[in-house]
């Protein structure tokens, strides 16, 4: 029987408890699951560098312990990050209507360049349906309390690395 690989991309800018949650629950569907942080050279720098994103991936899939996830940062196209980890499946998230129409228009967009790679796309839990990355930034612009809407597993070092920039 066939492993199925999946790849779970996103900028990852950074990571929150909604991706958290994503990996969990790809980790239990999937034989070998891998975050990657799919870094576009053209799109401006960011909150965090791509090293330091990974840094924090690394933590949080640590914090997860499932033996069959890992992270990895990839810069290019998607579809060759699939290629390059023998992935057959690519999974997003959506947390409302608006993000699922965004997915499954990648989704078909992906198609032209790999039929044979499916996107599975799992709802959010509720639970963190108002969190995303956009979220997370303004929290740490203003000093505000990230409990809830990042790992504990990088909380403090996210903190650290945000105000020693």
Known sequence: M???TAIVTGSFDPVTS???????????????VYAVIVFNTE???????????????????????ADNLHAAL?????????????AEYIVRGAR???DFDYEY?????????????ETIIIPTDPRLSMISSTY????????????????????DIMISTYRNK
Request: aromatic residues 6%; hydrophobic residues 35%; proline residues 2%.
């Open 105 to 117: 228009d990648l989704s078909l967009i992906m198609k032209r360049f790999d039929k044979n790679l």
């Open 18 to 32: 909604g991706h958290e949650n994503l990996f969990r629950r790809a980790a239990e569907i999937f034989d070998e």
């Open 136 to 155: 997370v930034r303004d929290l740490l612009k203003y000093g505000c309390d990230l409990d809830g809407a990042v790992p504990d597993s990088i909380k």
């Open 96 to 98: 409302n209507s608006s």
């Open 2 to 4: 066939r492993k199925r």
């Open 74 to 86: 990839h810069i290019g196209l998607t579809s060759d990050a699939a290629h390059e980890l023998n």
């Open 43 to 65: 799109k401006k720098e960011g909150m965090f560098s791509p090293a330091e994103r990974l840094q924090f991936l690394r933590k949080t899939i640590e914090g997860i312990k």
